[in-house]
């Protein structure tokens, strides 16, 4: 099981967290993803981290506003994100990686949590 959590409603400029927890996968062994999907708009890769975290890659929509991090040892991957924007609003989600995926493309990914919503907005 993965799950995204952590996401909720925040005024424009704010911040979040995102974690995304599982169990029963050892995430140390796989890039994780990060993805969002906003109503009526098509699923967008905006954050991979690689599965020693010493490789990042981000959409140019969230590049210098989000960062992605991840805890192996709890099992753990997070999402921080600042100065949102209500074009930020969507349901977010994290993804396990294929062995030896990486990136932005959800066709790197092959296990996917169930998501949470953000909604930026004054």
């Known amino acids: 099981q993965l799950q995204a959590s952590g996401g909720g409603l925040v005024q424009p400029g704010g911040s979040l967290r995102l974690s995304c927890v599982t169990s029963g996968l050892h995430l140390e062994y796989y890039a994780i993803g990060w993805f969002r999907q906003a109503a009526g708009k098509e699923r967008e890769g905006i954050a991979s981290?690689?599965?020693?975290?010493?490789?990042?890659t981000y959409a140019d929509s969230v590049k210098g506003r989000f960062t992605a991090s991840r805890d192996n040892a709890k099992n753990t991957a997070y999402l921080q994100m600042m100065n949102l924007k209500p074009e930020d609003t969507a349901v977010y989600f994290c993804?396990?990686?294929?062995?030896?995926?990486?990136?932005?493309?959800?066709?790197?990914?092959?296990?996917w949590g169930q998501g949470t919503l953000v909604t930026v907005s004054s």
């Open positions: 993804a396990k990686a294929y062995p030896g995926g990486y990136g932005l493309d959800s066709d790197e990914y092959d296990y």
């Open positions: 981290i690689s599965l020693k975290g010493d490789r990042t």
